[in-house]
């Protein structure tokens, strides 16, 4: 199993706004395609204006599959067109976990 970890900074004064865009059009899309959200944040303390959404998968090629199925999806391709300019920064990291970490069960998809 591995993590994706994505963090989103937005511009100041769109949380709002982008919190609903992402609900309404790109989490079904996501759900529909990588299927395992283990949590979706918003930062109250720290840096703000930040969102954080963390994915689970089987394996490397289980993400790339299923990234390349979300990235072929027109649906998905507009998003990505309305959603263009929203962030200040991007970044994404792949974890795995340690030996000794507490196993997340995410929902099967």
């Not at 937005?10 to 079904?28: I, K, S, W």
């Not at 759900?31 to 720290?46: A, E």
């Amino acid at each position: 199993m591995i993590y994706e970890h994505r963090t989103y900074t937005l511009h100041h004064g769109t949380m709002d706004v982008y919190l609903e865009r992402y609900r309404t059009q790109a989490l079904p899309l996501q759900l529909k395609h990588l299927g395992r959200l283990l949590g979706f944040f918003v930062s109250d303390i720290g840096t703000l204006n930040q969102v954080v959404h963390i994915w689970a998968y089987d394996s490397m090629a289980d993400r790339e599959q299923r990234r390349a199925a979300l990235d072929a999806d027109p649906a998905w391709v507009s998003f990505k067109d309305i959603n263009r300019g929203s962030f200040v920064h991007q970044e994404v990291r792949i974890l795995r976990p340690a030996s000794f970490s507490p196993q997340f069960f995410p929902p099967s998809a």
